[in-house]
């Protein structure tokens, strides 16, 4: 019984432990975030292999907007704001989706 809890335990330990380093490595730069978000729209293959730049003229309502190479995938544009997140340590990166061009 008592080794069961302690098994149960280590398992939900380390399924949150992976789950918080799977999240802190996603949304850690610009470019992880935008090509996760391909990643989870289907685009498993392209999301790895398209370049990701910064578009030259920032929007002005939502700032600097970020474009695939690859037109063929995702959104036309992505608007990309920061927070800080655990505990206001980290710069946790996000996609805006109001800000985010078609798709």
Not at 14 to 21: A, M, Q, T
Not at 23 to 40: G, N, P
Not at 89 to 101: A, C, D, Q, V
Request: proline share 4%.
């Amino acid at each position: 019984m008592k080794n069961k809890i302690i098994r149960v335990l280590l398992t939900c330990i380390i399924v949150i432990g992976l789950y918080i380093g799977f999240d802190i490595f996603t949304h850690s730069t610009i470019e992880r975030v935008i090509r996760r978000d391909l990643f989870f729209q289907g685009y498993i293959i392209k999301a790895f292999k398209t370049e990701i730049s910064k578009r030259a003229i920032p929007d002005s309502q939502y700032g600097d907007m970020y474009i695939c190479r690859n037109p063929a995938i995702g959104p036309d544009s992505y608007a990309v704001d920061s927070k800080y997140k655990y505990f206001g340590m980290l710069k946790y990166w996000y996609i805006n989706p109001y800000g985010s061009g078609g798709g």
